[in-house]
């Protein structure tokens, strides 16, 4: 918690990957545990995704945003850091899943977060990407991010099969939405998974935008 008197933390910049996975006969998404030395959620369940980085804003891709989801990040910040978000989520699904969002690419020199994920040759797949929803901690925490939450279909990884060493994430399983919602989950991750499964049915229903404050939650429309 934030220490009383002192001014809120900005919060950081982040984004989180919803993988839906259709091909049983109920409609599966990935969900991944976190491990209990972190200080933040511990041994809670997650989807894959983490703060922005300034290697994002560089990273190389294989299909960039589809017209509609960049418009809706450019009416909220610059196009350039939409943009960045994106490449977030798909580096953290690598980093703490194991799986690729990709097409092939060829094979490129790089260094920082991106090495191993370019190493693979392939390079991201953007135009995969909706926007579902934003989420803002709230001031009395510590530690506060502001969060878009994007999906994609499993059907766009490279692989269903993961790749070893996958970081941070405890444990990571696909789980149907009612599974997903008995598992202890972070108040924002449980909104998160209701407005998930709404827009399987109903794609272009609202999208929300998530103030969490002292006491109450502002929300609006992206």
Request: hydrophobic share 45%; aromatic share 8%.
């Amino acid at each position: 918690m934030r220490v009383p008197g002192t001014r809120a933390v900005r919060p950081r910049n982040a984004a989180t990957l919803i993988i839906v996975r259709r091909d049983r006969a109920k409609p599966q998404v990935l969900m991944g545990k976190r491990n209990s030395g972190h200080d933040f959620m511990p041994n809670l369940w997650v989807f894959p995704g983490g703060r922005i980085d300034r290697s994002d804003f560089r990273a190389p891709f294989a299909t960039d945003l589809k017209p509609d989801v960049a418009a809706r990040f450019e009416s909220h910040i610059p196009m350039n850091r939409g943009r960045a978000l994106a490449l977030t989520a798909v580096r953290e699904t690598f980093e703490e899943a194991g799986l690729l969002l990709a097409k092939p690419a060829p094979s490129r020199p790089a260094v920082g977060p991106w090495r191993e994920f370019l190493e693979q040759g392939v390079a991201p797949d953007l135009e995969a990407l909706e926007i579902v929803a934003r989420a803002v901690t709230p001031p009395m925490l510590a530690k506060r991010f502001d969060t878009w939450f994007l999906m994609a279909d499993a059907e766009r990884l490279t692989s269903l099969e993961r790749q070893p060493d996958c970081g941070e994430l405890e444990e990571v399983a696909w789980v149907d939405f009612d599974e997903a919602i008995a598992l202890p989950l972070p108040a924002v991750t449980r909104m998160v998974i209701g407005e998930a499964v709404a827009r399987l049915d109903a794609p272009d229903r609202p999208r929300p935008f998530i103030r969490f404050g002292v006491g109450k939650t502002k929300t609006t429309h992206l």
